[in-house]
């Protein structure tokens, strides 16, 4: 059995290019290339096996499990970190980004395909790798608290065999929000600067 | 979310070759004056006032950097390596071309009522 393959799964606009951002950071391998770590071969319907077999060791992104499939061979073993956010505000984001903003019947719609999809790829994952394997993490946790949300991450990534470097680098790749969008985000600002100034006095 | 002004400008710096501190600076060299439009534009396109990316690039004038705008977009139409340098910096700091791809090509599995009220709203927009 080889080396596991770590997959960054959700459905689109949820976190998973910061989640790969911040591996990156933290010199965890990861497969494509920032910022959106898209330039891989994913179909529409699968995810090409042959490629996937030359990134064992190596955290690969996985946006919308429910249609772009993962064959699961026996003697494969994945992680996945699966990242999930506010249904309504996920809509909106995935609106926004194809220019489709601004239409409630369609937000309807969409809202409703985010909820019944993360549903099934919640079941995906599971049968993928059970509980024990997967680390589940909320996009509105990561914006708000991204040095709590950088250590479960490192945590679970050293436990299953993917070192981790240094958490407040990976911390980093969070831009800072309004503090009217992200109230506590302060402490983990806070955290950062003392951790910057830590290393400038080493 | 806006891309803050100091990462459009690094983009521009590493991707133009020309250094973060003479995008700020005051010298009117045409190879200059082309790069810093190009954060202008890039600025302009994240949301950010005129007199805003005037104080974020060196105090420069509200109406500088609409000139500049102005300016770029049009040279641009007819520069290739103009255009592509735009699209290279604004894919770099906003990441949105690859994700936006990926969107595109995930949204051909959606279901068809999905699909039809997309293509309404495109008609409806398009006129």
């Not at chain 1, 589940?136 to 479960?152: K, N």
């Not at chain 2, 949204?107 to 398009?126: F, G, I, K, S």
Request: hydrophobic content about 45%; charged content about 25%; some cysteine.
């Amino acid at each position: 059995m080889g080396d596991p393959v770590l997959l960054v799964a959700g459905l689109g606009r949820c976190g998973t290019s910061l989640v790969m951002q911040m591996l990156d950071a933290a010199g965890v391998p990861v497969a494509g290339q920032s910022p959106a770590y898209e330039d891989i071969p994913v179909s529409v319907r699968f995810v090409d096996l042959d490629w996937l077999d030359r990134q064992r060791g190596r955290a690969v992104k996985w946006i919308d499990p429910v249609n772009a499939k993962i064959v699961n061979p026996e003697d494969w073993r994945y992680r996945v970190i699966f990242l999930s956010r506010d249904a309504q505000q996920q809509a909106l984001s995935q609106m926004k980004l194809l220019g489709l903003s601004g239409d409630r019947a369609l937000r309807r719609i969409w809202r409703a395909k985010i909820e019944r999809d993360r549903t099934r790829a919640l079941r995906i994952v599971d049968r993928l790798c059970g509980a024990h394997g997967t680390l589940h993490l909320r996009f509105e946790d990561l914006i708000t608290h991204p040095v709590s949300s950088a250590d479960r991450i490192a945590r679970f990534c050293d436990a299953h065999g993917f070192p981790f470097g240094n958490t407040f680098c990976a911390a980093g790749k969070v831009l800072p929000r309004h503090p009217a969008c992200a109230p506590d985000m302060r402490i983990d600002l806070a955290l950062m600067r003392c951790a910057d100034a830590r290393a400038v006095a080493q | 979310m806006r891309v803050p002004i100091s990462e459009i400008l690094q983009g521009v710096s590493a991707e133009s070759g020309v250094p973060l501190e003479d995008l700020l600076g005051r010298c009117r060299l045409q190879g200059l004056v082309r790069a810093r439009q190009v954060a202008y534009l890039l600025a302009r396109e994240q949301g950010y006032s005129l007199p805003r990316i005037g104080r974020a690039l060196g105090g420069r004038d509200h109406t500088t950097v609409l000139q500049g705008v102005q300016g770029v977009a049009r040279a641009a139409a007819n520069d290739p390596e103009l255009f592509r340098l735009i699209e290279v910096v604004r894919a770099r700091v906003t990441g949105d071309t690859d994700a936006r791809a990926g969107a595109l090509r995930r949204l051909q599995a959606a279901p068809p009522e999905m699909l039809a009220r997309v293509a309404d709203v495109l008609e409806a927009r398009n006129g």
